[in-house]
């Protein structure tokens, strides 16, 4: 959910660069170190561009944001124990991504802080599930549709770059990323469970909802993990294509 809106950040400085960057002119720019500028090129971007793209800039389209494959899975001891495998799942409400507070982005990579802070009204993610696992004693066992949404859910980005000089310019690496993600409400329907037993379905997705805090306590290590192993992956790409120097204006 957060990988394409947090890289958002950098395409936004980069797209309101001037010289070898060869992004539009007439979008808007920032200077080193200020973190308005960025908070509002990011919301302006994602305002905009949102669900149509900007190929000029490779920017995607991520509302709606198409998955294919998202595992979760949660092995340790417990009340839960639980694997989860989503396929074609459909993310919306990205679109309305606030982003609220941005720290560092300084003239020096290798020392500047790199956090953005911000969060969505409400996030849904919509598609194909195929469950194993356990509650307590009763397992888990189902595959169908997935409905999953999180309410007012506030997330943190925080990376540390790497840097290596080639041609009189510096290029990043994402060396260290961590990404947390806290929704104030977390609303689960699994469709198909237990081979399509109404009853024991219906008692485990309310079991689900009204539990839905121990639920995201089992698994949030897993999922932010793997948001954390995607956005390095689309960052790479982004710092390979593009100089530091390239993403920001000149004081």
């Known amino acids: ?8 950040v950098l395409l ?37 561009y949102a669900r149509t793209g ?10 709606p944001f198409l998955v294919k494959r998202f595992d979760i899975s949660d092995g340790r001891s417990g009340s839960l124990s639980l694997k ?7 993310v919306e409400g990205l679109s309305s991504v606030k ?45 169908g549709d997935a409905d999953i949404t999180l309410h007012n859910p506030k997330f943190s980005v925080k990376f540390k770059p790497g840097t290596q000089a080639r041609n009189g310019k510096t290029y ?4 260290k990323l961590k990404v947390l993600l806290e929704p104030q409400k977390l609303n689960i329907k699994l469709t198909n469970l237990f081979n399509g037993d109404k009853a024991l379905g219906n008692n485990l ?12 306590s089992e698994l949030q290590p897993s999922v932010h ?7 390095k992956s689309i960052l790479s790409t982004l710092f390979k294509r593009f100089p530091y120097e390239d993403l920001f204006l000149e004081d």
Not at 14 to 41: K, W
Not at 100 to 128: H, I
């Open 172 to 175: 990043l690496s994402v060396d």
């Open 225 to 231: 993990v793997a948001i954390a192993e995607i956005m």
């Open 1 to 8: 959910m957060l990988l394409h809106l947090c890289s958002v």
């Open 99 to 143: 982003f609220d507070r941005a720290v560092g982005f300084d003239t020096n990579p290798a020392t500047s802080k790199f956090e953005m802070y911000g969060s969505f009204p409400k996030v849904v993610l919509r598609g194909k599930y195929v469950a194993d696992g356990r509650i307590l004693i009763l397992p888990i066992r189902g595959d």
């Open 205 to 216: 997705n309310q079991f689900l909802n009204e539990n839905w805090s121990d639920v995201w």
């Open 54 to 63: 900007y190929a000029p800039a490779a920017f995607p389209q991520v509302e």
């Open 12 to 48: 936004g400085l980069a797209l309101g660069a001037n010289g070898a960057s060869n992004f539009p002119a007439e979008l808007p720019r920032c200077h080193y170190s200020d973190t308005q500028c960025i908070i509002n090129v990011s919301h302006t971007l994602v305002r905009q």
């Open 84 to 90: 989860l495998s989503f396929a074609d799942v459909n």
